[in-house]
Protein backbone atom coordinates (compact mmCIF):
# COMPACT_ATOMS: atom_id res chain seq x y z
CA UNK A 1 0.00 0.00 0.00
CA UNK A 2 1.42 3.39 -0.89
CA UNK A 3 -0.02 4.87 2.28
CA UNK A 4 3.12 3.16 4.24
CA UNK A 5 5.47 1.95 2.06
CA UNK A 6 8.30 4.48 2.66
CA UNK A 7 11.51 2.92 5.12
CA UNK A 8 13.28 6.06 5.25
CA UNK A 9 13.54 8.15 8.20
CA UNK A 10 11.23 11.39 8.47
CA UNK A 11 12.35 14.00 6.84
CA UNK A 12 11.70 16.18 9.85
CA UNK A 13 9.94 20.00 10.21
CA UNK A 14 12.99 21.18 9.53
CA UNK A 15 13.66 19.70 6.26
CA UNK A 16 9.51 21.82 5.06
CA UNK A 17 10.92 24.97 5.99
CA UNK A 18 13.66 24.23 3.69
CA UNK A 19 11.18 24.67 0.95
CA UNK A 20 11.02 28.61 0.29
CA UNK A 21 7.68 28.57 -1.05
CA UNK A 22 6.45 26.48 2.00
CA UNK A 23 7.64 29.48 4.40
CA UNK A 24 5.54 32.05 2.70
CA UNK A 25 2.54 29.74 2.92
CA UNK A 26 3.50 29.06 6.31
CA UNK A 27 3.68 32.74 6.90
CA UNK A 28 0.05 33.54 5.35
CA UNK A 29 -1.63 31.15 7.02
CA UNK A 30 -0.37 32.43 10.43
CA UNK A 31 -1.46 35.85 9.54
CA UNK A 32 -4.79 35.32 8.03
CA UNK A 33 -5.64 32.85 10.89
CA UNK A 34 -4.62 35.28 13.24
CA UNK A 35 -6.76 37.98 11.21
CA UNK A 36 -9.92 35.40 11.37
CA UNK A 37 -9.81 34.58 15.18
CA UNK A 38 -9.23 38.74 15.78
CA UNK A 39 -11.84 39.56 13.58
CA UNK A 40 -14.39 36.83 15.24
CA UNK A 41 -13.59 38.00 18.37
CA UNK A 42 -13.66 41.89 17.94
CA UNK A 43 -16.90 41.38 15.43
CA UNK A 44 -18.64 39.97 18.88
CA UNK A 45 -18.17 42.08 20.86
CA UNK A 46 -19.32 45.12 18.25
CA UNK A 47 -22.59 43.45 17.61
CA UNK A 48 -23.04 42.90 21.21
CA UNK A 49 -21.87 47.02 21.79
CA UNK A 50 -24.64 48.04 19.17
CA UNK A 51 -27.81 45.66 20.05
CA UNK A 52 -27.06 44.48 23.25
CA UNK A 53 -28.03 41.39 22.74
CA UNK A 54 -26.76 38.15 23.50
CA UNK A 55 -28.31 36.23 20.80
CA UNK A 56 -26.95 38.50 18.40
CA UNK A 57 -23.40 38.49 19.60
CA UNK A 58 -23.72 34.52 19.82
CA UNK A 59 -24.83 34.59 16.62
CA UNK A 60 -22.31 36.19 15.28
CA UNK A 61 -19.54 33.37 16.39
CA UNK A 62 -22.35 30.54 14.92
CA UNK A 63 -21.94 32.25 11.26
CA UNK A 64 -18.22 31.31 11.16
CA UNK A 65 -19.41 27.89 11.06
CA UNK A 66 -22.89 27.76 9.19
CA UNK A 67 -21.69 29.31 6.27
CA UNK A 68 -18.91 26.55 5.54
CA UNK A 69 -20.80 24.06 3.51
CA UNK A 70 -22.41 26.14 1.54
CA UNK A 71 -19.21 27.47 0.50
CA UNK A 72 -17.69 24.55 0.52
CA UNK A 73 -19.81 22.84 -1.79
CA UNK A 74 -21.26 25.25 -4.34
CA UNK A 75 -17.93 26.96 -4.99
CA UNK A 76 -15.66 23.92 -4.77
CA UNK A 77 -14.73 23.78 -8.46
CA UNK A 78 -12.76 27.11 -8.29
CA UNK A 79 -10.22 25.34 -6.38
CA UNK A 80 -9.51 23.18 -9.52
CA UNK A 81 -10.41 25.68 -12.40
CA UNK A 82 -7.87 28.32 -11.75
CA UNK A 83 -4.85 28.61 -10.81
CA UNK A 84 -4.03 28.37 -7.01
CA UNK A 85 -2.09 31.85 -6.78
CA UNK A 86 -4.83 33.14 -8.09
CA UNK A 87 -7.91 31.61 -6.20
CA UNK A 88 -5.20 32.42 -2.79
CA UNK A 89 -4.80 36.01 -3.14
CA UNK A 90 -8.24 36.96 -4.22
CA UNK A 91 -9.58 34.76 -1.54
CA UNK A 92 -7.46 36.92 0.77
CA UNK A 93 -8.51 40.51 -1.14
CA UNK A 94 -11.96 39.62 -0.44
CA UNK A 95 -11.99 38.80 3.01
CA UNK A 96 -9.91 41.90 3.49
CA UNK A 97 -12.61 43.81 1.67
CA UNK A 98 -15.36 42.34 3.59
CA UNK A 99 -13.94 43.40 6.56
CA UNK A 100 -12.95 46.58 5.08
CA UNK A 101 -16.66 47.41 4.66
CA UNK A 102 -17.34 46.33 9.09
CA UNK A 103 -15.19 49.39 9.48
CA UNK A 104 -17.84 52.10 8.21
CA UNK A 105 -20.04 53.25 11.03
CA UNK A 106 -23.01 53.68 8.27
CA UNK A 107 -22.85 49.67 7.92
CA UNK A 108 -25.82 47.53 9.74
CA UNK A 109 -26.02 44.84 12.16
CA UNK A 110 -27.48 43.16 9.25
CA UNK A 111 -24.90 44.07 6.79
CA UNK A 112 -21.78 43.23 9.89
CA UNK A 113 -23.64 39.51 10.05
CA UNK A 114 -23.67 39.42 5.97
CA UNK A 115 -19.97 40.00 5.32
CA UNK A 116 -19.36 37.52 8.21
CA UNK A 117 -21.54 34.86 6.49
CA UNK A 118 -19.08 35.70 3.28
CA UNK A 119 -15.88 35.73 4.90
CA UNK A 120 -17.31 32.20 6.45
CA UNK A 121 -18.21 31.03 3.18
CA UNK A 122 -14.50 32.18 1.54
CA UNK A 123 -12.94 29.80 4.28
CA UNK A 124 -13.65 26.84 2.82
CA UNK A 125 -12.29 27.84 -0.75
CA UNK A 126 -9.35 29.33 0.69
CA UNK A 127 -8.31 26.63 2.50
CA UNK A 128 -8.88 23.47 0.32
CA UNK A 129 -6.66 25.08 -2.47
CA UNK A 130 -4.20 25.75 0.10
CA UNK A 131 -4.14 22.47 0.86
CA UNK A 132 -4.12 21.20 -2.64
CA UNK A 133 -1.54 23.65 -4.18
CA UNK A 134 0.83 21.86 -0.91
CA UNK A 135 1.12 18.85 -3.11
CA UNK A 136 2.31 20.97 -5.91
CA UNK A 137 4.78 22.96 -3.81
CA UNK A 138 6.02 20.12 -1.36
CA UNK A 139 4.88 16.88 -3.48
CA UNK A 140 2.25 14.39 -2.30
CA UNK A 141 4.82 12.13 0.09
CA UNK A 142 6.08 12.97 3.30
CA UNK A 143 6.83 16.72 3.14
CA UNK A 144 3.02 17.19 2.12
CA UNK A 145 2.10 15.51 5.69
CA UNK A 146 4.57 16.97 7.70
CA UNK A 147 3.49 20.96 5.95
CA UNK A 148 0.13 19.53 6.69
CA UNK A 149 0.76 18.82 9.96
CA UNK A 150 2.98 22.19 11.09
CA UNK A 151 -0.20 24.21 9.08
CA UNK A 152 -2.75 22.44 11.79
CA UNK A 153 -0.11 22.98 14.93
CA UNK A 154 -0.09 26.08 14.01
CA UNK A 155 -4.16 26.39 13.52
CA UNK A 156 -4.29 25.06 17.18
CA UNK A 157 -1.89 27.55 18.83
CA UNK A 158 -3.36 30.20 16.85
CA UNK A 159 -6.67 29.93 18.23
CA UNK A 160 -5.40 30.31 21.68
CA UNK A 161 -3.05 33.09 21.06
CA UNK A 162 -5.58 34.58 18.27
CA UNK A 163 -8.55 35.05 21.61
CA UNK A 164 -5.55 36.26 23.49
CA UNK A 165 -4.58 38.87 20.93
CA UNK A 166 -7.79 39.97 20.24
CA UNK A 167 -8.48 40.74 23.90
CA UNK A 168 -5.77 42.42 24.12
CA UNK A 169 -6.56 44.48 21.64
CA UNK A 170 -9.53 45.31 22.37
CA UNK A 171 -7.96 47.04 25.77
CA UNK A 172 -6.65 49.06 24.32
CA UNK A 173 -8.83 49.82 20.67
CA UNK A 174 -12.10 50.39 20.14
CA UNK A 175 -13.96 46.78 17.95
CA UNK A 176 -13.48 48.72 15.02
CA UNK A 177 -10.23 49.83 15.96
CA UNK A 178 -9.07 45.68 16.58
CA UNK A 179 -10.74 44.98 12.97
CA UNK A 180 -8.85 47.28 11.29
CA UNK A 181 -5.62 45.54 12.49
CA UNK A 182 -7.36 42.05 10.86
CA UNK A 183 -7.50 44.31 7.25
CA UNK A 184 -3.98 44.51 7.54
CA UNK A 185 -3.20 41.07 8.01
CA UNK A 186 -5.21 39.68 5.46
CA UNK A 187 -3.77 42.15 3.06
CA UNK A 188 0.36 41.07 4.21
CA UNK A 189 -1.34 37.69 3.75
CA UNK A 190 -2.59 38.00 -0.18
CA UNK A 191 1.17 39.72 -0.96
CA UNK A 192 3.02 36.73 0.99
CA UNK A 193 1.51 34.49 -1.01
CA UNK A 194 1.22 36.50 -4.15
CA UNK A 195 5.09 37.31 -4.37
CA UNK A 196 6.21 34.40 -2.23
CA UNK A 197 4.60 31.58 -4.20
CA UNK A 198 5.36 30.29 -7.78
CA UNK A 199 1.80 30.63 -10.41
CA UNK A 200 0.91 27.25 -11.37
CA UNK A 201 -1.50 26.45 -14.02
CA UNK A 202 -4.79 25.23 -12.51
CA UNK A 203 -5.01 20.91 -12.04
CA UNK A 204 -8.13 21.13 -14.80
CA UNK A 205 -9.66 23.07 -17.15
CA UNK A 206 -13.03 24.40 -16.84
CA UNK A 207 -14.47 22.12 -19.49
CA UNK A 208 -16.74 25.08 -20.30
CA UNK A 209 -19.12 24.12 -17.30
CA UNK A 210 -20.87 26.90 -14.87
CA UNK A 211 -18.96 26.91 -11.41
CA UNK A 212 -22.10 25.43 -9.76
CA UNK A 213 -22.50 22.90 -11.83
CA UNK A 214 -18.61 21.78 -11.73
CA UNK A 215 -18.50 22.12 -8.15
CA UNK A 216 -21.42 19.89 -7.05
CA UNK A 217 -20.12 17.02 -9.55
CA UNK A 218 -16.90 17.10 -8.15
CA UNK A 219 -18.65 16.69 -5.03
CA UNK A 220 -20.33 13.71 -6.70
CA UNK A 221 -17.14 12.32 -8.09
CA UNK A 222 -15.61 12.60 -4.53
CA UNK A 223 -18.28 11.49 -2.72
CA UNK A 224 -19.21 8.96 -5.08
CA UNK A 225 -15.69 6.75 -4.44
CA UNK A 226 -16.04 4.68 -1.75
CA UNK A 227 -12.47 4.81 -0.73
CA UNK A 228 -12.68 8.67 -0.56
CA UNK A 229 -16.04 8.55 1.05
CA UNK A 230 -14.92 6.48 4.30
CA UNK A 231 -11.34 8.43 4.74
CA UNK A 232 -13.74 11.70 5.12
CA UNK A 233 -15.66 9.97 7.75
CA UNK A 234 -12.82 9.12 9.53
CA UNK A 235 -11.60 13.05 9.19
CA UNK A 236 -14.87 13.90 10.37
CA UNK A 237 -16.68 11.63 12.40
CA UNK A 238 -14.13 11.80 16.02
CA UNK A 239 -14.09 15.50 15.65
CA UNK A 240 -18.09 15.76 15.74
CA UNK A 241 -17.75 13.84 18.80
CA UNK A 242 -14.46 15.15 20.87
CA UNK A 243 -16.01 19.20 20.88
CA UNK A 244 -18.44 17.97 23.37
CA UNK A 245 -16.19 18.71 26.90
CA UNK A 246 -15.35 21.90 24.66
CA UNK A 247 -19.07 22.95 24.22
CA UNK A 248 -19.56 22.49 27.24
CA UNK A 249 -16.50 23.73 29.61
CA UNK A 250 -18.24 26.42 30.89
CA UNK A 251 -21.79 24.82 32.89
CA UNK A 252 -19.49 21.39 33.62
CA UNK A 253 -16.95 23.84 35.18
CA UNK A 254 -19.75 25.04 37.32
CA UNK A 255 -20.81 21.56 38.16
CA UNK A 256 -17.46 21.26 40.00
CA UNK A 257 -17.27 24.61 41.16
CA UNK A 258 -13.83 25.33 38.92
CA UNK A 259 -13.33 29.45 38.60
CA UNK A 260 -12.69 31.35 35.50
CA UNK A 261 -9.12 29.88 35.46
CA UNK A 262 -10.39 26.36 35.52
CA UNK A 263 -12.53 27.20 32.58
CA UNK A 264 -9.73 28.24 30.18
CA UNK A 265 -7.93 25.20 31.22
CA UNK A 266 -10.42 23.22 30.36
CA UNK A 267 -10.97 24.91 26.80
CA UNK A 268 -7.27 24.55 26.49
CA UNK A 269 -6.26 20.92 27.46
CA UNK A 270 -7.10 19.20 24.46
CA UNK A 271 -5.16 21.72 22.17
CA UNK A 272 -2.00 21.18 24.21
CA UNK A 273 -2.98 17.46 23.94
CA UNK A 274 -3.23 17.74 20.31
CA UNK A 275 0.02 19.98 19.59
CA UNK A 276 2.13 18.19 22.21
CA UNK A 277 1.22 14.49 20.00
CA UNK A 278 1.22 15.83 16.70
CA UNK A 279 4.76 17.44 16.70
CA UNK A 280 5.87 13.65 18.15
CA UNK A 281 4.00 11.67 15.93
CA UNK A 282 5.27 14.01 12.97
CA UNK A 283 9.08 14.32 14.00
CA UNK A 284 9.89 11.16 15.74
CA UNK A 285 7.60 8.79 13.83
CA UNK A 286 8.77 6.90 10.51
CA UNK A 287 6.07 7.44 7.84
CA UNK A 288 5.50 3.59 8.15
CA UNK A 289 5.06 3.64 11.81
CA UNK A 290 2.57 7.02 11.33
CA UNK A 291 0.69 4.70 8.89
CA UNK A 292 0.13 1.97 10.89
CA UNK A 293 -1.21 3.83 14.08
CA UNK A 294 -3.95 5.58 12.08
CA UNK A 295 -6.41 3.16 12.67
CA UNK A 296 -5.76 1.90 16.22
CA UNK A 297 -5.65 5.68 17.57
CA UNK A 298 -8.28 6.86 15.54
CA UNK A 299 -10.55 3.65 17.12
CA UNK A 300 -9.42 4.54 20.92
CA UNK A 301 -8.89 8.31 20.94
CA UNK A 302 -12.17 9.00 22.89
CA UNK A 303 -12.19 6.49 24.70
CA UNK A 304 -10.58 8.84 27.01
CA UNK A 305 -13.72 11.30 27.60
CA UNK A 306 -15.80 8.27 29.26
CA UNK A 307 -14.18 9.06 32.47
CA UNK A 308 -16.40 12.14 32.59
CA UNK A 309 -19.11 9.51 33.74
CA UNK A 310 -17.91 9.47 36.98
CA UNK A 311 -17.56 13.18 36.98
CA UNK A 312 -13.97 14.08 37.72
CA UNK A 313 -12.52 16.63 39.10
CA UNK A 314 -10.40 19.32 37.98
CA UNK A 315 -7.06 17.47 37.49
CA UNK A 316 -8.51 14.05 36.30
CA UNK A 317 -10.39 16.01 33.74
CA UNK A 318 -8.00 17.93 32.41
CA UNK A 319 -5.94 14.04 31.87
CA UNK A 320 -8.98 13.02 30.05
CA UNK A 321 -9.27 16.35 27.52
CA UNK A 322 -5.49 15.67 26.82
CA UNK A 323 -5.42 12.37 26.14
CA UNK A 324 -8.53 13.39 23.79
CA UNK A 325 -6.80 15.96 22.15
CA UNK A 326 -3.35 13.49 21.38
CA UNK A 327 -6.05 10.82 19.91
CA UNK A 328 -6.12 13.43 16.64
CA UNK A 329 -2.71 12.55 16.08
CA UNK A 330 -3.69 10.16 13.62
CA UNK A 331 -4.83 12.70 11.22
CA UNK A 332 -0.74 12.97 10.17
CA UNK A 333 -1.17 9.05 8.72
CA UNK A 334 -4.30 9.59 7.42
CA UNK A 335 -3.28 12.59 5.18
CA UNK A 336 -1.06 10.35 3.31
CA UNK A 337 -3.66 8.09 2.68
CA UNK A 338 -6.56 10.38 1.37
CA UNK A 339 -3.71 12.32 -0.72
CA UNK A 340 -2.90 9.25 -2.33
CA UNK A 341 -6.89 8.26 -2.71
CA UNK A 342 -7.92 11.57 -4.74
CA UNK A 343 -6.43 12.13 -7.97
CA UNK A 344 -4.58 15.45 -8.78
CA UNK A 345 -7.35 16.90 -10.83
CA UNK A 346 -9.89 16.52 -8.08
CA UNK A 347 -7.46 17.27 -5.14
CA UNK A 348 -9.07 21.03 -5.08
CA UNK A 349 -12.46 19.90 -5.02
CA UNK A 350 -12.34 17.12 -2.50
CA UNK A 351 -10.12 19.08 0.32
CA UNK A 352 -12.42 22.05 0.04
CA UNK A 353 -15.36 19.50 0.81
CA UNK A 354 -13.57 18.05 3.55
CA UNK A 355 -12.90 21.17 5.32
CA UNK A 356 -16.32 22.39 4.88
CA UNK A 357 -17.59 19.29 5.93
CA UNK A 358 -14.91 19.39 9.33
CA UNK A 359 -16.17 22.51 9.97
CA UNK A 360 -19.97 21.79 9.83
CA UNK A 361 -19.86 18.84 11.55
CA UNK A 362 -18.11 19.99 14.28
CA UNK A 363 -20.67 22.75 14.95
CA UNK A 364 -23.27 20.08 14.80
CA UNK A 365 -21.47 18.73 17.10
CA UNK A 366 -21.69 21.13 19.50
CA UNK A 367 -25.16 22.41 19.18
CA UNK A 368 -26.32 18.35 19.71
CA UNK A 369 -23.70 18.24 22.85
CA UNK A 370 -25.38 21.40 24.23
CA UNK A 371 -29.29 20.02 23.77
CA UNK A 372 -28.32 16.52 25.21
CA UNK A 373 -26.86 18.81 27.83
CA UNK A 374 -30.59 20.62 27.94
CA UNK A 375 -32.00 17.06 29.43
CA UNK A 376 -29.05 15.04 31.17
CA UNK A 377 -26.11 15.78 33.25
CA UNK A 378 -23.22 17.51 31.65
CA UNK A 379 -20.68 15.08 32.55
CA UNK A 380 -23.18 12.35 31.19
CA UNK A 381 -23.39 13.74 27.75
CA UNK A 382 -19.50 14.10 27.99
CA UNK A 383 -19.28 10.85 28.71
CA UNK A 384 -21.85 9.77 26.35
CA UNK A 385 -19.99 11.40 23.46
CA UNK A 386 -17.12 9.57 24.08
CA UNK A 387 -18.93 6.16 24.15
CA UNK A 388 -21.22 6.74 21.01
CA UNK A 389 -18.57 8.24 19.40
CA UNK A 390 -15.75 5.29 19.74
CA UNK A 391 -19.05 2.67 18.31
CA UNK A 392 -19.50 5.23 15.23
CA UNK A 393 -15.69 5.41 14.36
CA UNK A 394 -14.99 1.53 14.70
CA UNK A 395 -17.91 1.63 12.28
CA UNK A 396 -15.76 3.54 10.16
CA UNK A 397 -12.58 2.64 10.70
CA UNK A 398 -14.22 -1.35 9.82
CA UNK A 399 -14.97 0.41 6.40
CA UNK A 400 -11.44 2.41 6.00
CA UNK A 401 -9.89 -1.49 5.86
CA UNK A 402 -12.48 -3.16 3.51
CA UNK A 403 -11.60 -0.10 1.13
CA UNK A 404 -7.83 -0.30 1.49
CA UNK A 405 -6.26 -1.04 -1.46
CA UNK A 406 -5.71 -5.04 -2.14
CA UNK A 407 -9.29 -5.40 -0.11
CA UNK A 408 -12.01 -4.23 -2.52
CA UNK A 409 -13.25 -6.80 -5.27
CA UNK A 410 -11.99 -6.18 -8.48
CA UNK A 411 -15.58 -4.68 -9.45
CA UNK A 412 -14.94 -2.06 -6.71
CA UNK A 413 -12.27 -1.32 -8.45
CA UNK A 414 -13.05 -0.64 -11.58
CA UNK A 415 -16.29 1.32 -10.50
CA UNK A 416 -13.62 3.55 -8.75
CA UNK A 417 -11.35 3.88 -11.95
CA UNK A 418 -13.90 4.44 -13.65
CA UNK A 419 -15.38 7.15 -12.03
CA UNK A 420 -11.63 9.18 -11.77
CA UNK A 421 -11.75 8.92 -15.37
CA UNK A 422 -14.74 10.47 -15.84
CA UNK A 423 -13.52 13.51 -14.15
CA UNK A 424 -10.29 14.06 -16.25
Not at 190 to 204: C, E, H, N, Q, V
Not at 291 to 315: F, T, Y
Given at each position: ?S??????????????????EFR?????????????VV???A?T???YD????P??S????????LP????G?????V????P?????????????????V??L????????????????????????TR???????L??????????????????S?????F???????????????????????L?????????????????????????TE?L?????????????????????????????E???????????????????L?????????????????????R??????L????V???????????P??P???????????G?AY?????Q?F?????????G?????????????????????????E???????????????????????????????G??????????????????
Amino acid sequence: MSQGSSTAPPAGYRAVFAVTEFRAVFAAHLLSLLGVVVSELALTVLVYDLTGSPLLSALTFALGLLPYVIGGTLFAGVADRCPARRVLVLCDLVCAACVAVMLLPTTPVAGLLALRCLVAAVAPVFTGTRMAALTDILGDGDLYVLGRSLLRIVSQSAMLIGFGVGGALLTALSPRGAIAVTVVTFLCSAALLRFGTRDRPARAGSGGGALLTESLAGARLVLGDRRVRALMLLFWLPPMFVVAPEALAAPYADVIGAGPAALGLLLCAMAVGHVGAELFVGSALRPRTRSRIVLPVAAVGLLPLVVHAVRPGLPLALAALALAGMGAAYVIGLDQWFVDAVPPELRGRAMTLLTAGLMTIQGAGMALAGLAAEFFPVHQVVAGSGIIGTVCTLLVVAEVRRTAPGQMSDTEGRDGADRHMTSR
